[in-house]
Nanobody, 122 residues
């Protein structure tokens, strides 16, 4: 089992920056990739970004490319998502996930955090 705990998030004005983090614990050795997904009110959960734990290869949704940066701290077993130039449409609950492949498909992620709210005001 892998436990994921998100932190960060909050309220920010459009154009501002925010960072969310995800601390992993448990049997993390079997997880190849860590990802961030988000779910806005009334919408389905969607892929945001992911990173290969060992080599650091990254993958981003087109909607956040150039604005968001995913990174990992191997010593602290933590993944960070730095969000810049935030837009109101970035408002959502952000979820951390751990999986076996560096992909954008939710079905390939086995473990999920409880989510953290990010709200961008216009």
């Amino acid at each position: 089992q892998v436990q994921l705990v998100e932190s960060g998030g909050g309220l920010v004005q459009a154009g501002g920056s925010l960072s969310v983090s995800c601390a992993a614990s448990g049997r993390t050795s079997g997880s190849y990739a860590m990802g961030w997904f988000r779910q806005a009110p009334g919408k389905e959960r969607e892929f945001v970004a992911a990173i290969a734990w060992s080599v650091g290869t990254t993958l981003y949704a087109d909607s956040v490319k150039g604005r968001f940066t995913i990174s990992r701290d191997k010593a602290k077993v933590t993944v960070h998502l730095q969000m810049n130039s935030l837009k109101p449409e970035d408002t959502a609950v952000y979820y951390c996930a751990a999986g076996s492949l560096l992909v954008s498909f939710q079905s390939r992620y086995d473990y999920w955090g409880q989510g953290t709210q990010v709200t961008v005001s216009s």
